[in-house]
């Protein structure tokens, strides 16, 4: 196993990197790491010691630790980890499951970069990594980067989505059987009219379609039940209130535990009760899900795994670019059951 200031040291040094820690900013103390991370205060001191050896901080008696440089003198064998967006608490953890798998290896380095940074990163930058796990927000506005990537023989695995014709290795949850065993487990409640719920234009993509299509496998042979799919304007959702009402909507299944708390939370207000009035199922199984009200049964994906073999298929990649790849590596789910649905 990993020593565990290594865990710290990576995470710390990853976030100085991508810049999520700014030049002067102060890292917590040794204590503080210690709490956060559940290890001894020699471990966290460790850590720090680490960071500091690399120069990226300076370390004095009073003071505490302060961050000195944002940038290693020589980056080498550098793994470029693509995120939508930076400091969103919604967004898995497959950073853990990358630095399972790359700090096993000697001299790999970890960057995270936003999509709108790295698409301003010039040629040379990218050409210096070694390869890149590219998380995609929207086959649409990515397609272009991706291809680019793609013909400049850039190492890179997709995570989360997949591009069917494009032969880039990509790495997903079983969206379909998450979708269709969100809406078995309602329709064994005896629920009589199902929802599937999406954020407007959200169904274009690969995942959230595949999660639909799963969710009408389960009903389609319910003759009695006719499922309904609600497109959703962003921040806007008081309509779908409406609609639930006059479809008669007893069960829904969100495309993402964010969306269905949304939802919940609308509900709350029109006095809807959950579950008994309306089931609902989200997916993904993030953080915010174990506090709603009531706690939202969900698809849980599992994002360390995720993360790890992305990392690993980039690994092939990099020692080996001309072996055959599997196109696409589906990941598991399962049904985190708690209190939004009858069942």
């Known amino acids: 196993m990993e020593p565990k200031y290594k865990l710290i040291y990576q995470t710390l040094k990853n976030k100085i990197l991508s810049h999520q820690i700014n030049v002067g900013d102060k890292l917590p103390s040794e204590n503080q790491l210690a709490k956060e991370y559940s290890v001894s205060r020699i471990t966290s001191k460790r850590a720090l010691t680490e960071l500091e050896n690399d120069g990226l901080v300076s370390r004095q008696a009073g003071i505490g630790t302060i961050v000195q440089k944002d940038h290693l003198t020589e980056i080498k064998n550098e793994i470029l980890f693509v995120i939508p967006f930076a400091n969103n608490a919604e967004f898995g953890d ?3 499951g990358l630095l399972e798998v790359f700090n096993e290896q000697q001299n790999f380095q970890i960057t995270t970069v936003t999509n709108q940074k790295f698409r301003n990163f010039p040629l040379s930058r990218v050409n210096q990594a070694k ?7 929207s086959l649409t506005n990515d397609l272009k980067v991706i291809t680019k990537l793609f013909l400049d023989k850039i190492p890179i695995v997709i995570l989360d989505k997949s591009f069917d014709d494009l032969p880039i290795p990509s790495v997903t949850c079983d969206n379909f059987n998450g979708g269709k065993l969100a809406a078995t487990t309602l329709l064994q409640s005896g629920l009589q009219k199902l929802a599937f719920v999406t954020n407007e234009n959200s169904i274009s993509d690969s995942s959230v379609r595949s999660r639909y299509f799963g969710f009408l496998s389960a009903v389609q042979d319910q003759n009695k039940i006719t499922p309904v799919l609600f497109n959703i304007k962003d921040h806007d959702i008081s309509t779908l209130i409406a609609d639930i009402k006059v479809k008669k909507v007893d069960g829904i299944v ?3 535990d964010v969306v269905a708390i949304r ?9 809807i009760k959950i579950p008994e009035d309306v089931s609902i199922i989200g997916f993904d199984n993030i953080q915010a899900s174990t506090l709603s009200y009531p706690a939202l049964t969900t698809i849980e994906q ?3 795994t995720l993360g ?11 020692e080996a670019p ?3 790849i599997p196109s696409q590596t589906i990941i598991p ?4 059951k708690r209190d939004s649905d009858k069942s």
Not at 333 to 336: A, C, D, T
Request: no cysteine.
């Open 254 to 256: 969100a495309q993402n």
């Open 263 to 271: 939802i919940m939370n609308q509900l709350h207000q029109s006095g």
């Open 131 to 137: 390869g890149i796990i590219y998380y995609v927000e």
């Open 302 to 304: 599992n994002f360390v």
């Open 333 to 336: 789910v399962k049904l985190i």
């Open 94 to 96: 497959y950073t853990s």
């Open 308 to 318: 790890a073999s992305a990392a690993k298929l980039l690994l092939q990649l990099i």
């Open 322 to 324: 001309k072996q055959d």
